[in-house]
């Protein structure tokens, strides 16, 4: 029963701010690196940001560099993403990944995802 929940998803004008939050349950949280996909109407999943196991080497795709902030506290098994300065562009559905690869196998796991909307 691996579980990823995220919430904080919403409306907000352009030029705001909004906070993900992804719960995780039912696995090791603190062996996994997290990251944070999205996905916006006709267009192709995007890696946004990650992080590794211990939360250290952040990395963020080229067009939300200087405004999203990925963070994780593994004590609370949850991940959190910081957006700021917010653009019509950055609407998508946000998506929870944790990824782990041991002897050779993936472990892959997804949450079902929370809508960001960026509109005046």
């Known amino acids: 029963q691996v579980q990823l929940v995220e919430s904080g998803g919403g409306l907000v004008q352009p030029g705001g701010s909004l906070r993900l939050s992804c719960a995780a349950s039912?696995?090791?949280?603190?062996?996994?690196?997290m990251n944070w996909y999205r996905q916006a109407p006709g267009k192709e999943r995007e890696l946004v940001a990650a992080?590794?196991?211990?939360?250290?080497?952040?990395n963020y795709a080229d067009s939300v560099k200087g405004r999203f902030t990925i963070s994780r506290d593994n004590a609370k098994n949850t991940m959190y993403l910081q957006m700021n300065s917010l653009k019509p562009e950055d609407t998508a559905v946000y998506y929870c990944?944790?990824?782990?690869?041991?002897?050779?196998?993936?472990?892959?796991?997804w949450g079902q995802g929370t809508q960001v909307t960026i509109a005046s």
């Open positions: 990944n944790a990824r782990r690869t041991n002897w050779g196998r993936r472990y892959d796991y």
């Open positions: 039912g696995f090791t949280f603190s062996s996994y690196a």
């Open positions: 992080i590794t196991s211990a939360g250290g080497v952040p």
